[in-house]
């Protein structure tokens, strides 16, 4: 198979009003495994779409190692896609439903048996070469739709949400197989998910989509440890975001000021604008311990008080009141340990280098975002 290299260039999509995707660009290296995440009703899966040649981009190019495909139909842009439900024939067996793809583009011989053998043991499902979809599990079925997509030799493989109908433990199983695959095959590989571990645990990088727009570009660690606006942070899991305004003091720190928190100082890391901010923080990088306790003085401590607790296996996630402020905490369980009860006070401690500060969003912001 053929690495080939996607590039898109401002594209943008409408069904009518409003748009859907806004003026899209990202180039997707030769044999990356590139990753596209974001929220329900993002633009994902539209995005795929038009990527795959099923869609007509309303503005912008496409172009497959550097030549623009466009006006090339789908059929002739060898593209191997995996659709979300599987989309196989159930009255079809397993050995057929594979070389369906295949037979239509070329006279029907031994070298598909070939092809689709081979697949059949890459994927491990020659057993099943002779059952129907009927009789397969959902990980079975995953692997024939895959082999299916891959059949063909395409240049480009394109996965919509490809592991969302499968159960925990499958669904990680599947995507490490995925993973091997890819890599073997070297095929580049665009993955559209709304889970966010799933796209952390196999992209090379991924792009965060927002409202038809991608906000971010990067490899997975720094998209999860450096989100660069306020709606890509909620997207990776920051639950706490917490308003003021920041300050410059002396030349070396800065101070968070909240009504509820107070104030917050640390050593510049960078230098965010002053004035109305919004400061984020994940949950497991807050602390907590009792009243009288012995402050660390690695971390801002707070008085706060305990709302909630739910029990979560490894960790225990806390709902803490601090003034009008409620802050989620996830906390490591330890053995045999109670969680602390609802009404205890505590200290909540704020590492200063795990925060995240953000310019607050302006009216004419939030606006153009719906629009």
């Not at 190019?61 to 024939?89: C, E, S």
């Not at 070396?252 to 107070?262: A, K, M, V």
Request: net charge negative; glycine share 8%; with cysteine.
């Amino acid at each position: 198979m053929n690495n080939v290299r996607i590039e898109a260039d401002n594209i943008a999509f409408s069904y009518g009003e409003p748009r859907v995707l806004r003026n899209i660009s990202l180039s997707i290296e030769a044999g990356e495994l590139f990753a596209v995440v974001g929220p329900s009703g993002s633009g994902k899966t539209t995005l795929l779409r038009v990527l795959a040649g099923l869609e007509q981009p309303s503005t912008g190019n496409i172009r497959i190692n550097g030549i623009d495909v466009n006006a090339i139909p789908l059929a002739q842009r060898n593209v191997g896609m995996v659709f979300q439900n599987f989309a196989l024939w159930p009255h079809m067996t397993v050995f057929e439903n594979i070389a369906f793809g295949v037979s239509k583009r070329m006279p029907v011989d031994e070298s598909i048996d070939v092809r689709v053998e081979r697949l059949l043991a890459i994927l491990d499902i020659a057993e099943t070469r002779n059952v129907r979809p009927v009789h397969l599990s959902a990980g079975q079925q995953q692997r024939v739709a895959l082999a299916r997509a891959l059949v063909t030799e395409p240049r480009l493989l394109l996965l919509d949400d490809p592991f969302s109908n499968l159960e925990h433990g499958l669904r990680v199983q599947m995507r490490h197989d995925l993973r091997i695959l890819q890599r073997k095959l070297g095929i580049t590989t665009i993955l559209v998910t709304h889970d966010l571990e799933d796209a952390l645990c196999i992209a090379d990088r991924l792009a965060v989509v927002v409202h038809g727009s991608i906000r971010q570009i990067g490899n997975p660690t720094a998209i999860y440890d450096f989100p660069n606006s306020i709606e890509v942070a909620r997207f990776v899991g920051v639950e706490n975001f917490i308003p003021g305004t920041l300050k410059h003091i002396e030349s070396q720190l800065i101070e968070f000021f909240s009504p509820d928190i107070g104030a917050l100082r640390w050593p510049m890391r960078d230098r965010p604008p002053e004035g109305s901010s919004v400061l984020s923080i994940r949950p497991h990088a807050l602390h907590i311990c009792p009243i009288d306790s012995f402050r660390d003085g690695r971390y801002s401590w707070i008085e706060g008080g305990i709302v909630t607790s739910e029990f979560l296996g490894e960790v225990v996630r806390y709902q803490v009141a601090i003034g009008n402020t409620c802050l989620s905490v996830k906390q490591p369980h330890l053995l045999g340990s109670p969680a602390t009860p609802t009404g205890t006070p505590v200290l909540v401690g704020f590492d200063p280098s795990r925060t995240r500060i953000f310019p607050a969003a302006r009216d004419d912001d939030a606006a153009s975002a719906r629009d």
